[in-house]
């Protein structure tokens, strides 16, 4: 275990920053989200839930695949090159850290996504333990523990001091430098979170049934209906989730040639998949079963029954409508 003093962790951004692209929770305009890191920029570690998940790290909200570029009848194809520079996302909570996981299952699986892996390859991942878990938090669910999170390097705040642990080879280069400390300083901090976590509202949720056996079950329950009554489609619980991946693959006309990038996507949306012949899921409804169905029965099914939800409670506090995972759970699950 290593130490660090709270006052002394802007020299250690600055220190990181030297040799690497540093991303952590920055406010900016009201808002705190992930950001690279510069001397001048408000580092929020205190704030639990950044608005968007730490996913983009790996799997950014829009990135550029290839140019093609016309030079009469000549087409010059450029793929755009994949990360090749080590960084570091500080601050990362369990939840977010999770969720990697779960994509690492998606975008590294046969065929392997090269910008997705390269990514992964070069980042070092350092993780916080949540020390105030909020009322939406819900992650004790799916076994993660908020205490414990993982990543290359664990950290706690304890009073004035930063506790960090380096669980990989790539946490122990980043952190080696540090002052050592005791390998239980962090005990009381993780009773103490733990001891929070037992008592939120949602931290008892019954996922009973959600399984590949009662797959049509719950596909032809009639309460989705009433559940996504609401629903606008706006697509905002996708997109501040860190497990959902779907994303679009678009051409930009730049008048010379075609710039080719992708975008995330949103199953919420009403042309998601759109073909010719038109969609497959032409009603609310059929999206919104979709959406939950997916992490609920279809991933599991496919994953060794990992769910493809992470309690971070996002979609619960961003929903302009308050729908939400913990809602379906609630009237779908084995409280019905
Ligand atoms: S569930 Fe809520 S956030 Fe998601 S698409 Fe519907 S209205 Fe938007
Ligand atoms: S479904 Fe909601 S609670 Fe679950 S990981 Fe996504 S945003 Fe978080």
Redesign the pocket.
């Known amino acids: 275990m290593k130490k660090l003093s709270l006052n002394a962790l802007n020299r250690f951004f600055g220190e990181i920053a030297e040799k690497q692209t540093l991303i952590a929770p920055i406010e900016r305009a009201g808002q705190v989200d992930f950001g690279v890191w510069s001397e001048s920029e408000t580092v929020r570690l205190d704030v639990l839930k950044t608005v968007k998940s730490a996913k983009g790290a790996f799997f950014p909200q829009v990135e550029d695949m290839v140019r093609f570029h016309m030079q009469g009848k000549n087409i010059e194809i450029n793929p755009s090159e994949v990360m090749n520079e080590d960084f570091v996302i500080f601050g990362v909570r369990a939840c977010d850290a999770r969720s990697f996981d779960l994509l690492d299952r998606v975008f590294l699986s046969d065929p392997v996504d090269p910008f997705y892996a390269a990514r992964r390859a070069h980042g070092t991942v350092v993780t916080l333990a949540c020390n105030e878990p909020e009322e939406t938090c819900f992650c004790s669910n799916f076994g993660i523990d908020a205490a414990e999170p993982a990543g290359d390097v664990s950290a706690w705040i304890v009073g004035e001091e930063l506790y960090l642990r380096a669980n990989t080879e790539k946490g122990e280069t980043l952190i080696k430098d540090l002052e050592d400390a005791a390998e239980d300083a962090a005990e009381e901090t993780k009773k103490a979170i733990r001891a929070v976590t037992e008592q939120l509202p949602f931290a008892s949720l019954n996922l009973e049934g959600f399984d590949g056996e009662h797959l049509m079950e719950k596909f032809n329950d009639p309460a989705w209906a009433e559940l996504?009554r609401?629903?606008?489609?706006?697509?905002?619980?996708?997109f501040v989730c860190p497990t959902c991946q779907c994303y679009d693959v678009r051409d930009f006309d730049s008048g010379n040639g075609i710039q080719r990038y992708r975008c995330w996507d949103?199953c919420?949306f009403s042309d998601f998949t759109l073909m010719a012949h038109g969609t497959n899921r032409p009603t609310?409804v059929e999206r919104?079963r979709q959406?939950f169905m997916h992490k609920l029965v279809y991933f599991p099914s496919n994953n060794d029954g990992l769910y493809s939800c992470v309690g971070c409670g996002r979609?619960l506090s961003?929903?302009?409508?308050?729908?939400?995972i913990v809602k379906v759970i609630k009237a779908l699950g084995g409280d019905k």
Do not use: E, H, V, Y
Request: net charge positive; glycine share 14%; hydrophobic share 20%.
């Open positions: 996504s609401a629903c606008l489609g706006c697509g905002t619980c996708t949103s919420m609310q919104f959406r979609c961003k929903c302009p409508q308050g729908l939400n």
